[in-house]
């Protein structure tokens, strides 16, 4: 069985530029130039032994004005885990599908353009899945905020429970005229 650092190796000897650490046991971290995402993600696929992607990810950087994706392959064979993570554009959040690569990667992608705005072009399928009302903006992206979002588009009315009765509700209590003091 191959170890981390046999990994490390392979990736470093075919991509100069990538950065590789291992991040912990059977845990391998790439970072790489966008550009060379996907021939990475096809030489996982055949000829290093990776046959799953498990997850691709989306991470908002909004102070550096970009979005991590993070791909992550495993190896059945090999019992460890590549997370390959690049960095693209927060304004111009398009980046190259793999979904003619990995077929799962079209759910994935669907998922984060829903979520983060991300465009995957040569993904044929972005339409709306969890989200099929929402008329809002990305909301996992971190200029969202939920409470700006919910008063412009909810309308809020005070709540009293009149179960829990005066002496547990104070807003209840001042309401009816009475007080705990």
């Keep these: 069985m191959t170890n981390e650092q046999d990994i490390i190796n392979r990736i ?6 990538a950065v590789c650490k291992k991040k912990q046991e059977r845990r391998v971290e790439a970072c790489l130039p966008p550009d060379r995402l996907f021939d990475f993600a096809g030489r996982m ?3 290093w032994n990776f046959p799953h992607l498990s997850a691709i990810s989306c991470v908002d950087w909004i102070n550096e004005g970009e979005f991590e994706l993070v791909y992550h392959f495993w190896s059945y064979e090999e019992k460890i885990l590549v997370s390959a993570k690049i960095r693209i554009p927060r304004e ?5 599908s793999i ?9 994935f992608e669907r998922d984060i353009h829903e979520m983060f705005g991300v465009v995957f072009e ?11 009302e929402w008329e809002g903006p990305p909301p996992m992206r971190k200029d969202f905020v939920t409470r700006d979002f919910a008063n412009r588009f909810y309308h809020f009315k005070e709540y009293e429970a009149e ?3 005066p ?4 807003q209840a209590a001042d ?4 007080s705990n003091e």
């Design 99 to 107: 979904t003619e690569l990995w077929q799962p990667a079209k759910f």
């Design 12 to 17: 470093e000897a075919a991509y100069p530029d």
């Design 45 to 47: 696929q055949s000829h």
């Design 92 to 96: 111009e959040a398009r980046f190259i």
């Design 122 to 132: 040569g993904n044929d399928d972005l339409e709306k899945y969890i989200l099929t």
């Design 163 to 165: 179960w829990m009765g």
């Design 167 to 170: 002496q547990q509700n104070p």
């Design 175 to 178: 309401v009816q005229g009475g």
